[in-house]
């Protein structure tokens, strides 16, 4: 059977690095508070000139490097973004034309924080079903243009910055022993949808709008929704937590990650936190920590690595790889 196997990953951070303590003279709030509730101890914050399209294509020609592959080798690109550059066309044909690629096709998939895992899941299905062999997957957001910045309760939480990955047509056996992506599952709720959303939108204000959440009610329902979408992925695949080599959770609190894996039983030294680095960039911070964790030599090939998130919606979802 095909399997979609990782060929390569790649991320791309703006230059500008934002300290807690740079907060301090802009919002009521400290680094004690902000490193405690969250973890977070430095976002990156784009310039002018670095957008969602820059940053995306930066990650994605990194990815490809990883992978020993150029533009012309990729089918279909898949960009999960909140923060695209326009309304349309979507970003991702920006990427595609950025990276001179003039074949195939490029969309955005839109699902907040669980953009990624969605991405993910959507090319496994676009190369299983034969429409593509060789597909780029990146999360790429701009959170800081959507931010409140006098909203201390939302505006110390995000940062912006792309990751991506190459995923490549194999053949698998049908078993977990196989490289590729082996079992998922996706979820979502719109009964939740004031709880974490932007307040403006083509369709209603006509403006960009501001991110806005109620923090409590968020972390209330993250840990039970993200080990549910787990536990589906584990009973799919036939394998327990102890199976697994890697965890890379989405990255928006460190309390939130700790309260998940102490739930599923995954030990803490296979868990792979960078929210204390990147603060939480919503669709990139699942490919920004992969990239880090096979960067440093973490995640190897064979490795079984589960991918997890939950976003404004509700959106949540996991995905279980071998690497
Ligand atoms: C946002 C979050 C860190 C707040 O932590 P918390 O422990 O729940 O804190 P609370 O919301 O109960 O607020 C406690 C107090 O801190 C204050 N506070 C909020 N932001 C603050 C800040 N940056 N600095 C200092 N104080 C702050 C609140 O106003 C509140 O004050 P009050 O008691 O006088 O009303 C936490 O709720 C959270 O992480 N939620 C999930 C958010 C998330 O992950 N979103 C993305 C999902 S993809």
């Known amino acids: 059977m095909i ?18 303590a740079d907060f301090e003279g802009m919002v009521e709030t400290s680094d004690e508070w902000i490193a405690q509730r969250t973890g977070i101890r430095q976002r990156h914050i784009a310039a002018d000139d670095e957008t ?24 279909l690109i898949v960009l999960a973004t909140s923060t695209p550059n ?4 979507a970003t991702a044909v920006d990427i595609q034309n950025r990276l001179g690629m003039h074949h195939g096709f490029a969309f955005d998939l839109q699902a907040v924080c669980s953009g990624f895992v969605y991405a993910v899941t959507t090319a496994d299905l676009y190369i299983r079903g034969g429409l593509a062999k060789r597909v780029l997957v990146i999360g790429s957001e701009t959170f800081s243009r959507i931010l409140d910045w ?29 490289r590729g992506v082996l079992a998922g599952s996706l979820r979502s709720d719109g009964t939740h949808k004031d709880k974490l959303f932007v307040d ?12 806005r959440m109620e923090g ?20 799919a695949a036939g394998i327990t937590a102890e199976d697994l080599d890697w965890f890379v959770p989405h990255q928006a609190n460190k309390r939130i990650i700790d ?4 739930k599923l039983g995954i030990a803490e030294q296979k868990v792979v936190v960078t929210v204390d680095l990147h603060g939480n960039t919503s669709a990139a911070s699942v490919p920004l920590a992969l990239s880090v964790a096979v960067a440093d030599g973490r995640i190897k090939k064979g490795d079984l690595v589960l991918l997890e998130a939950m976003g404004g919606g509700f959106t949540w979802g996991a995905v279980l790889v071998r690497w």
């Open 3 to 20: 399997r979609s196997v990782v060929r390569g990953t790649g991320a791309a951070l703006p230059r500008r690095i934002m300290k807690n």
């Open 150 to 178: 006098s909203d201390r309760s939302t505006c110390v939480l995000f940062g912006d910055g792309a990751g991506a990955m190459v995923l490549e047509a194999g053949e698998g056996t049908g078993s977990i022993a196989d």
């Open 86 to 89: 326009n309304t349309f066309p």
């Open 216 to 235: 409590r009610e968020v972390f209330k329902h993250a840990v039970g929704m993200i080990t549910d979408v787990i536990e589906a992925t584990f009973s």
């Open 52 to 75: 969602t399209a820059s940053l995306g294509e930066a990650a994605a020609r990194a990815a490809l490097d990883n992978a020993g592959l150029t533009p012309d080798d990729i089918d």
């Open 200 to 211: 403006g939108g083509p369709s209603t204000t006509g403006t960009v709008g501001y991110l």
């Open 259 to 262: 309260a998940s894996a102490k």
